[in-house]
């Protein structure tokens, strides 16, 4: 008889547990996505970010109970993964190349631009994760010099929501400066266009004194550029200095002493071409990221990556997801003690 | 001669598809058994992909002629690459100019087998020359292998002494037929390193072969990226210490033109094939591979033979390459 009732019990709870849990589903469906997938016309406000992307203007907003109950758990349980991930080694450096952007958007049928703002978010959300995991610097390549090829109202609008959201950063201030976030712009910013210059430069100022985490955005930035940029500076510094020399010496009159020092200055040596880099304010790179499934570096940190690991999922950027970071880092821990007693041997 | 079943015209010249050969040093003819390797070429490319069965059943039934025709073709000397058939489902107008390779996985194919490690870089180079003859065949122009980087002088003494005998070894080999086969040879690196006896015959081989027009193998000798990328800036320093050039003088082209890898035709590499797994560049062509489709094999490097070697190129041929551009054309990859 009690084994009878026990099972009762038992089944009592467990219904009350599976409706309770049809009904938050059944709310979060409703409030937090805009309705049932099956009946819904608005199919990609469902499957994508796009309710994110028309921010906080929409009528049924996530303010809901529900949707902040979802919100917390989901943290909650992230952050116990990453403690769990924690226990091996994390990698300091991650770098994104941005990749899919127009191909989300053709392929949910929204509007050309709207692809790139859909990376955006996932921009931010992947921002979150490498900010608890731990990560101290992240890049991540925005607009390379080849993307000036394109259609000059793609490159117009890129360059349009790049000061949108710079200067939202800027009005945020104080969330960047809790946060202790410090924004890098990197690359020959003078093929920028004057206003996004200005802002940028602006914002670096701006976060110069926080020292948690470290973003650094690669505008108008090619690896080949870089290179030569970094050998011109370190030449044109060599070549001050014998000037100087020169000079202080035509005033001395000590010339046997000059043709030494110049034997001296004669080579460039490996510190000094990376002093002159743009990236020279951050380590070499530990995984870099490349979606949508193609496998190139596009002339993107080539020096950096000479050897770290490569990931390239196929989901399309706005797709990129906690599992793909947690995947990598993964990885990551699996050949971290070959590459670093390497690295000590070398 | 034959009459098939199909409506198609068998084509000319027609050579029987590649076969996989078990490794033996004194391999060196082109055209072995069939019966087992049609069998073992049609699985692996009912592997690939749906769409290329109809090509695979085309060729079958145009390797349906006898042995004979296709004996003494290719029993000769080789031919040129326009008469020679690709295998299904590559085109030629898309085939790479330029192929890299980082040759990876030689001392954890011998350790899984128990075989010492010499054993793993033998096979290794054994591949690699088998790998040299498919490229040669199917129209790539220059094809760079990574033999030794500088990160690799930290190896025991002996493997280093075995592996510069054996570049000595299959230099030797490679410039006897590079000879028949049309090859060029050079090396890049840092020669300064390496033993003399070697330097030697390098130099010797690279002299022999210089007037050749074919596939122009590069061999990357005691040689990395970062090296690469920072002699060009200390020639580049040089100039300016001298007075040649300002410092604003120096562009991209310049630089390039200094790099190790002007000697080729192709000085960029269209594709690079890393094996045994890894997922890094480990230090190889830095600035040369700033467009490269890269592309990544599970298999150790002797294990990587022509089936491998196609789903490569067809990988390849699938890319959209955009070099930071847009693609115009409404089709989805």
């Given at each position: ?94 770098a994104f190349i941005l ?39 992240v890049t991540i390549y925005a607009f390379s010099i080849d993307n ?14 790049m ?20 924004v890098y712009f990197i690359g020959n910013l003078?093929l920028l ?7 940028a ?14 973003l650094l955005i690669c505008v108008a930035y090619t690896s080949?550029d870089e ?50 880099f743009y990236m020279?304010v951050a380590?070499?790179v530990?995984?870099l ?9 596009s002339n993107f940190l080539l020096?950096q ?42 | ?333």
């Amino acid at each position: 008889m009690a084994v009878t009732e026990a099972k009762y019990l038992i089944f009592l709870v467990v219904s009350i547990i599976r409706s309770a849990e049809a009904a938050l589903v059944e709310m979060w469906t409703v409030y937090y996505r805009q309705g049932l997938a099956i009946i819904s016309d608005y199919k990609e406000r469902i499957f994508s970010w796009y309710r994110f992307v028309m921010g906080p203007d929409t009528e049924n907003n996530g303010d809901s109970v529900a949707s902040k109950l979802f919100g917390t758990l989901n943290g909650f349980m992230r952050k116990f993964l990453f403690r769990i991930l924690s226990v091996g080694p994390v990698p300091n450096h991650l770098a994104f190349i941005l990749d899919g952007n127009r191909r989300y958007a053709k392929k949910w049928k929204l509007q050309e631009g709207t692809g790139h703002k859909c990376g955006f978010w996932a921009l931010m959300s992947i921002l979150k994760y490498c900010n608890e995991l731990g990560v101290k610097y992240v890049t991540i390549y925005a607009f390379s010099i080849d993307n000036f090829k394109r259609r000059p109202n793609e490159v117009q609008y890129v360059m349009d929501l790049m000061h949108e959201k710079i200067e939202g950063l800027l009005k945020e201030e104080s969330i960047m400066n809790q946060y202790g976030v410090r924004v890098y712009f990197i690359g020959n910013l003078k093929l920028l266009p004057e206003r996004v210059r200005v802002v940028a430069e602006k914002a670096m100022k701006a976060t110069e004194n926080n020292k948690n985490t470290v973003l650094l955005i690669c505008v108008a930035y090619t690896s080949t550029d870089e290179i030569v940029h970094a050998a011109q500076e370190s030449c044109q510094h060599e070549w001050d200095e014998i000037q100087a020399m020169k000079a202080s010496e035509s005033n001395d009159g000590g010339e046997i002493i000059s043709n030494e020092n110049q034997e001296e200055h004669r080579f460039i040596n490996l510190v000094d071409l990376e002093k002159y880099f743009y990236m020279g304010v951050a380590p070499d790179v530990d995984i870099l990221f490349r979606t949508s499934g193609e496998t190139r570096l596009s002339n993107f940190l080539l020096w950096q990556t000479s050897t770290c690991l490569l990931y390239s999922p196929r989901a399309l950027f706005p797709e990129l997801g906690l599992r793909h970071l947690v995947w990598s880092v993964l990885n990551f821990q699996r050949v971290y003690p070959y590459l670093e007693r390497r690295r000590k041997q070398v | 001669m034959l009459s098939l079943p199909f409506s198609c015209p068998p084509p000319k010249n027609t050579l029987s598809p590649f076969q996989k050969k078990p490794f033996s040093p004194s391999s060196s003819s082109v055209t072995c058994d069939r019966a087992i390797g049609k069998r073992n070429k049609s699985n692996s490319y009912l592997s690939i992909s749906l769409p290329k069965l109809s090509k695979v059943l085309v060729s079958e039934a145009s390797n349906a002629m006898p042995g004979d025709e296709e004996k003494e073709i290719s029993a000769g000397t080789m031919d040129s690459p326009e008469e020679v058939e690709l295998p299904a489902g590559l085109r030629r107008e898309l085939m790479p100019n330029h192929v890299a390779v980082i040759m990876d996985g030689n001392r954890r194919w011998a350790l899984e087998r128990g075989l010492p490690v010499e054993q793993g870089h033998r096979a290794g180079g054994q591949a690699m020359t088998e790998l040299t003859r498919l490229c040669s065949k199917w129209g790539v122009k220059v094809l760079t292998v990574f033999a030794f980087s500088t990160e690799n002088w930290i190896r025991p003494k002996e493997e280093v002494d075995f592996l510069m005998m054996l570049f000595e070894e299959v230099t030797k080999t490679f410039s006897e037929e590079g000879a028949r086969l049309n090859f060029r040879l050079s090396v890049i690196g840092d020669k300064s390193k390496l033993p003399k006896s070697l330097n030697q015959i390098l130099a010797r081989a690279e002299q022999a072969l210089k007037a050749n027009s074919g596939l122009h193998a590069v061999i990357a000798l005691n040689y990395s990226g970062r090296y690469d990328i920072l002699q060009v800036c200390q020639k580049v320093a040089n100039h300016v210490k001298d007075g040649l050039i300002q410092p604003e003088d120096i562009t991209q082209s310049m630089f390039e033109e200094q790099l190790e890898t002007t000697g080729t035709k192709y000085p960029n590499p269209d594709l690079l094939i890393r094996t045994s797994g890894e997922h890094r560049i480990s230090n190889f062509m830095l600035w040369q591979l700033a467009y490269t489709e890269l592309y990544f094999v599970e298999k150790m490097f002797p294990d990587f033979g022509e089936t491998d070697l196609i789903e490569a190129l067809s990988s390849f041929q699938q890319r959209q390459r955009r070099y930071g551009g847009y693609k115009y054309s409404t089709s989805t990859n």
